[in-house]
C-alpha cells in the first residue's frame, strides 16, 4: 500500500521572501542580470534557480567595482553604511528589505541615545543582525543568542534598558529572556519584534508532525529559521528528518510510514518540497508499493 505523502500548508516562503524573489524575477525579465548582495535566501536550490535566471551573488568588497550597476538588498535589510557605500561608488539599488525588519531598524534608530541600553536576541553574524547592529550608534548593544547569556551581561539597572528580538527567533526563546531580562531589571522595555508570519507556524507545525508517521523537513544547510523550525518539528516529532534536496532522503526512514509529511522554513520554495513528493512517488511507483 503507497503511503499518503502531505506538504504542510503553512510551509514555505514568507512574504517577506516572496517579495524579494518577486522583485528580482521581475528584474531579470527584462534585463539580462542582477546582483543581489549575498544570498537572496537561505536555500542553496532556490538560489541556483535564480542565478539560471542571471542572478549573481556579491559581497559587500564588490561593491566598489559594480559603478552603474543595480544591486538587489535581500528581505534581510542591510545597514545604513550599504547604502552609503553604494551611493558613492554609483551603484543602484533594488530594496527588497522585508517591511518587519525595515519596522525594527526604525525602532533602534529611534531609541539610540547614549544612556540607552539594549539587549538584542539574535543570531551573530545573522545578515539580520549585522544589518539590525549596523543601526546603533550612540547606545550600548548586546546581542546574545541565549537565555542564560543576559544572567552575564554588564548591564545598569539605572539606565533605560529596552529588549528586541531577530524577527524570525522563536516564541518560547524570546519568552525565556524577557523572563531573565526582567529578573535583573524589572523596568526593562520589552519590544515583542517577532515576525507573527514566522511564529504562527510553530503551532501547525506541531500539530502537522504528531499527525504523520514520519517528516521531511526540507530547508537550506545557512538556513536559522529551518534549523529553529526543525527542532520544533523533531520534538513533536522523533521520525523527522532534515533534508536541503531530494537525493539527501533514506529509504529506511520510510519503512513502515503509512503518513509522510513534508514541511520547510520559511525560506523553503514550494517548488522544492513538490519536487521532494514527486521523488517519493517515484520511488514508490518502482517499488510497486
Same mark, same amino acid.
Given at each position: 500500500m503507497k503511503p499518503i505523502?502531505?506538504?504542510? =500548508? +503553512?510551509?514555505?516562503?514568507?512574504?517577506?521572501?516572496?517579495?524579494?524573489?518577486?522583485?528580482a524575477e521581475a528584474y531579470l525579465e527584462t534585463h539580462p542580470h542582477l546582483?543581489?548582495?549575498?544570498?537572496?535566501?537561505? &536555500? *542553496? =536550490?532556490?538560489?541556483?534557480?535564480? $542565478?539560471?535566471?542571471?542572478?549573481?551573488?556579491?559581497?559587500?568588497? *564588490?561593491?566598489?567595482?559594480?559603478?552603474?550597476?543595480?544591486?538587489?538588498?535581500?528581505?534581510?535589510g542591510e545597514p545604513p553604511e550599504t547604502y552609503q557605500q553604494a551611493?558613492? &561608488?554609483?551603484?543602484? !539599488?533594488?530594496?527588497?528589505?522585508?517591511?518587519?525588519?525595515?519596522? !525594527?531598524? &526604525?525602532? !533602534? +534608530? $529611534?531609541? *539610540? +541615545?547614549? $544612556?540607552?541600553?539594549?539587549v538584542l536576541?539574535?543570531?551573530?553574524?545573522?545578515?539580520?543582525?549585522?544589518?539590525?547592529?549596523?543601526?546603533?550608534?550612540?547606545?550600548?548593544?548586546?546581542?546574545?543568542?541565549?537565555?542564560?547569556?543576559?544572567?552575564?551581561?554588564?548591564?545598569?539597572?539605572?539606565?533605560?534598558?529596552y529588549l528586541f528580538s531577530q524577527t524570525t527567533k522563536a516564541p518560547a526563546?524570546?519568552? =525565556?529572556?524577557v523572563q531573565r531580562l526582567l529578573a535583573r531589571i524589572p523596568h526593562a522595555i520589552i519590544a515583542d519584534t517577532l515576525c507573527r508570519q514566522v511564529?504562527?507556524?510553530?503551532?501547525? !507545525?506541531? =500539530?502537522?508532525?504528531?499527525?504523520?508517521?514520519?517528516?521531511?523537513?526540507?530547508?537550506?544547510?545557512?538556513?536559522s529559521n529551518g534549523k529553529s523550525l526543525f527542532s520544533v518539528c523533531v520534538a513533536a516529532n522523533p521520525r523527522s528528518y532534515y533534508i536541503s534536496a531530494p537525493e539527501e532522503v533514506?529509504?529506511?526512514?520510510l519503512e513502515g510510514a503509512q503518513r509522510i509529511g513534508i514541511a520547510g522554513a520559511t525560506s523553503t520554495p514550494q517548488w522544492l518540497m513538490e519536487k521532494v513528493k514527486a521523488y517519493i512517488e517515484a520511488y514508490y511507483a518502482r517499488v510497486g508499493a
Open positions: 505523502i502531505t506538504i504542510s =500548508e +503553512r510551509s514555505g516562503f514568507c512574504f517577506g521572501v516572496v517579495y524579494a524573489v518577486a522583485m546582483y543581489a548582495l549575498g544570498d537572496i535566501v537561505h &536555500n *542553496d =536550490e532556490e538560489v541556483r534557480r535564480l $542565478e539560471a535566471k542571471g542572478l549573481r551573488i556579491i559581497r559587500h568588497e *564588490d561593491l566598489p567595482q559594480l559603478r552603474g550597476e543595480t544591486v538587489l538588498i535581500r528581505a534581510h551611493r558613492a &561608488n554609483g551603484v543602484h !539599488l533594488l530594496d527588497a528589505s522585508c517591511p518587519v525588519v525595515l519596522k !525594527l531598524q &526604525n525602532r !533602534l +534608530r $529611534e531609541i *539610540d +541615545r547614549p $544612556e540607552v541600553q539594549i536576541l539574535g543570531q551573530l553574524g545573522h545578515p539580520e543582525v549585522l544589518g539590525l547592529v549596523g543601526q546603533i550608534q550612540q547606545a550600548t548593544l548586546f546581542v546574545v543568542g541565549m537565555p542564560q547569556e543576559v544572567d552575564k551581561l554588564p548591564l545598569d539597572s539605572s539606565r533605560p534598558t526563546l524570546f519568552a =525565556e529572556v511564529s504562527n507556524r510553530e503551532p501547525h !507545525l506541531i =500539530e502537522f508532525a504528531k499527525s504523520q508517521d514520519v517528516v521531511l523537513f526540507v530547508a537550506g544547510k545557512k538556513s533514506q529509504w529506511e526512514w
